[in-house]
């Protein structure tokens, strides 16, 4: 067998490769040998029909369907004996015989990049910091008073504790007067999301009050142009937040019989708020590696592997929403031309990791596997077993020991929460 590998353009490589007639003659014979097992032809049993019959009749198709699995077979060995480092699915672009009754296949292929990976310590990514105060206490304590509450009807506002339907009616802008119809609306006049303004008029009102609401709206909102909505708003029906006594039935009940006073309920409360944020922290900082990672590498990467990646988020994104009807009426090609950068950044990324695992040697090696049993509360040959059989398992367990190890070597700088947030909002 004779191989030439030339590159045609970036990581694509054109492989031609010329096979013997000796070469191939083992393959013919066991394809002849599979088709005479299986022909019936009249006169003849089942498997019984002479070679010299079936080569007469249908050699030249049955040698033409081996070369397929002949070509298939060589790329794997020249791949093998040139180390080429092959991904996504090679395309045969020429397949004939020679005129020594040998056969010529040309092959093209994408190649892995070579990635020469930065020293860990020069990337940094900031750590987030912040301690749990009384204050996010007391309002997630007023969350959980809030979700038990009951509703009491009431014919006064006297504060923002109290849902209230209101009746929106539209403005002419011609007469000034208020439109037939429009439509009812309820709020919870303590929702951080609500109108301050609309909070603000409602104050002291009663059932059957009404006022003039408008809302200017910015030229990007449903509109190409500034714009501004007015309605004449009547109050229909308000009813008054009573939030529970934080008493020991309450809170017995509320824990399933765990705790009993309210200092207790606030310990658990700020446990459970440390314990999310550390959770948040953790992800956080995975995202920022991966970002700092990807921007520090620049190498060109396969575009099959690419492609391959947008089509599995086009699909999943048709998966997750069966019911958008819009969103089904798209192309597919079109969503995957959509998913493409972030196919590219996602790719890029898995070849990073890959060329780290690789060339660290991270794996789930005897102690991991012993402290990750013992958290299970399972033996290592158990875990071993499971793993095995639950390759998505072995994969995240795989993801976690590579942060690990980056989150070890990256330059990890802590700065107070508020401070970001302060930055973040000033960039705004």
Not at 65 to 77: I, M
Request: aromatic content about 6%; proline content about 4%.
């Amino acid at each position: 067998m004779q191989t030439t590998i030339d590159q045609v353009g970036g990581l694509r490589r054109r492989v031609e490769i010329t096979v013997s007639y000796d070469e191939l003659l083992p393959h013919f014979e066991r394809a002849y040998g599979d088709v005479q097992q299986n022909l019936q032809l009249e006169g003849f049993r089942k498997g019984k029909v002479p070679l010299d019959i079936i080569k007469a009749r249908y050699g030249e198709q049955i040698e033409r369907d081996a070369l397929g699995d002949v070509a298939s077979e060589a790329f794997r060995t020249a791949a093998r004996e040139h180390a080429l480092d092959v991904v996504g699915t090679p395309v045969l672009v020429e397949m004939n015989r020679t005129a020594e009754r040998g056969a010529r296949f040309v092959i093209e292929c994408e190649v892995m990049p070579e990635i020469t990976l930065v020293p860990y310590e020069t990337i940094e990514v900031v750590k987030p910091i912040r301690t749990i105060s009384e204050s996010d206490i007391d309002e997630e304590l007023y969350n959980l008073q809030l979700r038990s509450a009951r509703l009491e009807p009431a014919e006064q506002i006297t504060d923002s504790m109290y849902v209230v339907k209101l009746a929106f009616a539209p403005i002419d802008p011609q007469t000034g007067a208020p439109l037939v119809g429009g439509k009812e609306q309820e709020f919870f006049l303590d929702d951080e999301r609500m109108d301050p303004l609309l909070r603000t008029e409602l104050i002291n009102l009663r059932v059957g009050d009404s006022f003039l609401y408008r809302t200017e709206h910015a030229a990007d909102e449903h509109s190409d142009q500034p714009h501004e909505h007015a309605y004449h708003v009547t109050v229909r029906e308000i009813k008054k937040v009573v939030l529970p006594t934080l008493d020991e039935e309450f809170i017995s009940t509320l824990t399933g019989g765990r705790l009993s006073s309210e200092e207790q309920l606030r310990q658990d409360i700020g446990r459970s708020l440390q314990e999310y944020w550390e959770k948040e922290v953790a992800e956080y900082l995975r995202e920022r590696v991966v970002d700092a990672l990807v921007e520090a590498h620049d190498f060109e990467v396969p575009e099959g592997l690419v492609r391959a990646m947008a089509e599995e988020f086009a699909d999943s994104a048709l998966e997750r929403n069966k019911e958008d009807k819009r969103l089904r009426q798209i192309p597919r090609e079109q969503l995957v031309e959509y998913f493409l950068p972030q196919a590219e950044q996602a790719a890029r990324w898995q070849l990073i990791a890959d060329t780290i695992l690789r060339t660290e040697n991270i794996e789930l090696g005897q102690e991991r596997l012993q402290a990750l049993a013992e958290r299970y509360g399972v033996d290592v040959p158990q875990l071993q077993m499971a793993l095995e059989q639950n390759p998505g398992l072995r994969n995240r367990l795989l993801t976690d020991a590579l942060f690990d190890f980056l989150l070890s070597r990256v330059r990890v700088v802590e700065r107070p929460y508020e401070e970001l947030t302060d930055a973040a909002e000033g960039e705004g």
